[in-house]
């Protein structure tokens, strides 16, 4: 799949589910675990949660130095590509596992239960993964592109300072971003390796392939996705 299609379905499967998630006990200490329908989230945390989720729905692709995901902060993000995809293999193999995924999620709670600095850092690295995704950017400029890219994510960082944004879900927001990613590598015809290192590409279903960046997903997936996170972002955040 493209890149705005991993984010936003890393969105709208946030937006669908973190109330349920971070209802589990010991997830997030303030919550409110006697219900469901309750406030689980503060709306700024529900935002921040959804692009969190929509920036590591991309983690996989850091495997893959020519991908427009690479290019988020200029070098910086490059170099870190180019690393990843030399440990991982390759493009399609070690990050796009379940393995993968759990690896993720649980450093990133352990990260940011210990370390605020590097909680911070990867924050950071979630927003700018989210908007480069959606098209934040100039086209065929790469310098200018990783400059607007850093000043709206800066932006938005500080913004969800101010609002009192906490992290204790970022764990799950971050590992619920990789599997949604798998996912949706599954339903294309190329499949991923979900259990690896053992051998073995899953195709989700069956019997149907997805072609990357062919019509279907840019005329048709792409908008309904859009649609699907915007109305769930009506709904979180209407009031009861």
Known sequence: MMGHSHALSGAAVWLAVAP????????????ELATLTGPILTPPELVAGAVVCAGAAMLPDLDHPSATIAQTFGPATYLLSKGVNFVSGG???ATHSLLFSIVMGV????LGDRYAVGR???VVLMIGLALRAVGLGVPGK??????VNVGMTAALFLTFMVLG??????????GVGCLVHIIGDCLTERGCPVLWPIK????LPFDIGIKTGRAFEKQFLGPALSIVV????????MPA
């Open 20 to 31: 349920a998630l971070v209802a589990l006990p010991g997830a997030v200490g303030h919550v």
């Open 91 to 93: 493009h399609r193999h």
């Open 107 to 110: 450093g990133a709670h352990l």
């Open 120 to 122: 911070d850092i990867l």
């Open 142 to 147: 790469t310098l200018i592109s990783a400059v």
């Open 165 to 174: 944004v906490t992290y204790s879900w970022l764990g799950i927001a971050i």
């Open 200 to 203: 073995g590409r899953w195709l």
């Open 230 to 237: 915007i109305a769930l972002l009506c709904l979180r955040l």
